[in-house]
């Protein structure tokens, strides 16, 4: 994550490992129902860990409200993220006529490719169309979408809805296509 932020050190790192500071808000999940949360495919996947599933939602409502990065942009990131993972159930038409949206898609390929390969031209783009709040909130999107998204491909796994048709998929982690 330092990396795609312009942080990563000049020199050898030192080995002291500093701890995360908490987050000072947590969401309160010990008391979620036990009907499902929500019908987000991701939500769906996240099932068997209701507190992850929960959070993800947390996490998707926080980035749908944030104020930096238009949802058009956001949404054609989140889609070409999916896409590369080869996620067509994830995948949306995105107009990318716009700059920034053009912007978000580039620095999501790459990042998907090869985080180290997203440039400062690249991330300058984006913060010269949308400010540097544009930038931290696509980079801190893309590690948890990039992340989500190759937990599903590797999985094999599609939203409920979708697994009749296709009935190799599906798969979690406790699941296996031996019978």
Known sequence: M????????DGPMDTLVQTTPAIPKRV????????????APEVAMLAGNRRLAALWE?????????????SAALE?????????HGLSWAAT???????LVQACVAVAEMFVADVHAVTDDMAARVVDLAGPEAFTTLAAALAIWEGIYR??????WEPPDRRASHPAHGLGPTTSPVT
């Open 151 to 156: 937990l599903a491909a590797t999985w094999g």
């Open 76 to 84: 054609a990131a989140r889609s070409r993220t999916a896409t590369m």
């Open 2 to 9: 330092l990396i795609v932020l312009g942080l990563e050190p």
């Open 58 to 70: 947390h996490m998707a409502a926080a980035l749908d409200s944030q104020p930096w990065l238009p």
């Open 93 to 99: 038409p995105v107009p990318i006529g716009d700059p």
């Open 28 to 39: 309160d999940t010990s008391a979620l129902p036990d009907a499902p949360i929500g019908d």
